[in-house]
């Protein structure tokens, strides 16, 4: 089974830290995915890698930064937590192919971030 | 961009009761999938959908995608417990290899028993 794991369940930070979440999957995926997911909003994409050290930004990259030094392993940063970031954050991957059956996302089982 | 808008919103039923819920897009959809999530947990992948007209069924979970309509239902049959949670819709953006997928908003279901 594709595994898909997050360094922590919950977590609780101050305002202006600098917060890392890490994700990491065993199934040699190409993509990887940052979400957060606020109710009544759905996943809202923030970053995405289609590959090693590549990233491009999703649909709401502000306060954040992505780094994905190898395969297996993409990271989250908020380089100064605010209290608007509080929210469920959600890693996912997913082969690459140029079919939609190639592009299912696995989904690991999410960080619950407050900031406090 | 693309939007997908799940409707409702939320739903209560009782134990044994049959329910629909939709997913509709704002633009062509090049492929349908259906997750659902328990409170506080990540997503599990249900079912997904490429083709206009094409169902799927698992258990009591049955979806649908309407290509015409830019549409999805998916139908549960005699609601249980166990059905609760949260069910998410999500869609390529495009034809692409990056495996890009837009989400709809939720929709939340409760089972009475």
């Known amino acids: 089974d594709v595994k898909v794991t997050q360094s922590s369940r919950y977590l609780v930070k101050r305002t202006g830290e600098k917060v890392f979440l890490e994700c990491v999957q065993d199934?040699?995926?190409?993509?990887m995915f940052w979400y957060r997911q606020d109710p009544g909003l759905g996943l809202r994409l923030i970053y995405f890698?289609?590959?090693?050290?590549?990233?491009e930004k999703g649909d709401i990259p502000e306060g954040y930064s992505v780094s994905r030094e190898k395969k297996e392993r993409f990271s989250l940063i908020l380089e100064s937590a605010s209290t608007n970031q509080t929210s469920m954050y959600l890693c996912?991957?997913?082969?690459?192919?140029?079919?939609?059956?190639?592009?299912?996302?696995?989904f690991g089982p999410g960080t619950r971030l407050t900031v406090l | 961009s693309q939007e997908l808008e799940q409707s409702p919103q939320s739903l209560i039923v009782q134990e044994g009761k049959n329910l629909t819920i939709n997913c509709t897009s704002s633009?062509?959809?090049?492929?349908l999938y259906w997750y659902k999530q328990k409170y506080g947990e990540g997503l599990i992948f249900l079912m997904m959908?490429?083709?206009?007209?094409e169902e799927k069924s698992h258990e009591k979970i049955t979806a649908k995608l309407d290509e015409k309509k830019q549409q999805s239902s998916l139908h549960i049959t005699a609601s249980q417990p166990s059905h609760a949670g949260i069910y998410l819709c999500?869609?390529?953006?495009?034809?692409?290899?990056?495996?890009?997928?837009?989400f709809g908003q939720g929709t939340t279901l409760q089972v009475k028993p």
């Open positions: 996912a991957s997913s082969p690459a192919g140029a079919t939609s059956s190639y592009n299912e996302q696995f």
């Open positions: 199934m040699d995926h190409e993509n």
């Open positions: 890698s289609y590959d090693v050290k590549m990233k």
């Open positions: 633009k062509t959809l090049y492929g």
């Open positions: 959908l490429q083709k206009g007209g």
């Open positions: 999500g869609a390529l953006g495009s034809p692409s290899n990056t495996g890009k997928l837009i």
